[in-house]
């Protein structure tokens, strides 16, 4: 397996900058995902690697050896499509050899492979019907098998799961997984969907308006975004935001008010503020307590306006004194109706502060 480096990477469209100096680095046997929303240049950027678009500026490396004018196919790289481009007229076995046929490679050594690749993707029994007899997800399978044949250096996924039913994505996540156990590959991959990337990533890079955000770690960037947008971006139900005014800034953290939701102690950096800067206070549902109504002493008090079941858990959407739409999970069997009061007690520790630039405020190790 490969590790691939990116320095400085530019790329323009005539006179449109899409993607604005991206650095990065990718060790070998490492999953790393790429998200964002839409246009933010997370595909581009692959499309980039794979050779599939020039590079306006920068230097690709891949084991350290600068590939910008390589042509795709010798860059060591395999790409699975969102579509499954596999031709009708071949047996899956075909589909799968058909790249090792065009470079000549021996006719027992495609055997073998593609008998490998069929075995580690379980559809060996599938090796001679047609693609018009495959399901979304066993046609999913085969375009990964024919990346597979091919030994790359780097796998490379553009939003592979996104034409598969729910049911069936959360199975091939599953498979994506598994897949990157078994083989130890290095994989870079695209996708607009929050849990792939979660389940699947050894570490997420957030993309918006053709610049990296934040890269690390799914929790760590779950947990400790750098910014209001990875915030807002990762997590479902998105994270609640409160507008907050500075009372009193110390070494001991920021006393807020929350306007008429209440004050609140926040053990953070408060080096740099002062007295009536703005900050914005986020906190994920999860860490939002329902109780009865004036139960907890840090807490925002509200009325529950409806209710979720999701059969497991129950969303509440609330809205707070101040006028703030709040999210809280709740247990499945909540006695709680809309109309109901409540409160919403949280951990001080547990709340994100952000600064009037969108920036995270450093929380105490």
Known sequence: MSTLSLRAIKKQFERTEVLHGIDLEVAQGEFVVFVGPSGCGKSTLLRCIAGLEEISSGELLID?????????????????????????????????????????????????????????????????????????GQRQRVAIGRAIVRRPGIFLFDEPLSNLDAALRTEMRVEMARLHATLGATIIYVTHDQAEAMTLANRIVVFNGGRIEQSGPPLALYRRPANLFVAGFLGSPKINLLPATVLAASSQGLHLELGADGELQLPVNASGLKVGDKLTLGLRPEQLMPTVAGGSALALHGSVQMLEHLGDVAYLHVLSRGGAR?????????????????????????????????RALAQPS
């Open 326 to 358: 709040l999210i809280a999970r709740a247990p499945a069997d909540t006695a709680l109706q809309a109309g109901h009061a409540v409160s919403l007690g949280f951990g001080a520790a547990d709340a994100l502060a952000f600064d009037s630039e969108g």
């Open 64 to 136: 350290g050896q600068a590939m910008n004018d390589v042509p795709p196919a010798e860059r060591g790289l395999a790409m699975v499509f969102q579509s499954y481009a596999l031709y009708p007229h071949m047996t899956v076995a075909e589909n799968m050899s058909f790249g090792l046929r065009l470079a000549n490679t021996p006719k027992a050594e495609i055997e073998r492979a593609v008998a490998a690749a069929a075995e580690v993707l379980r559809i060996t029994p599938l090796l001679q019907r047609y693609p018009a007899q495959l399901s979304g």
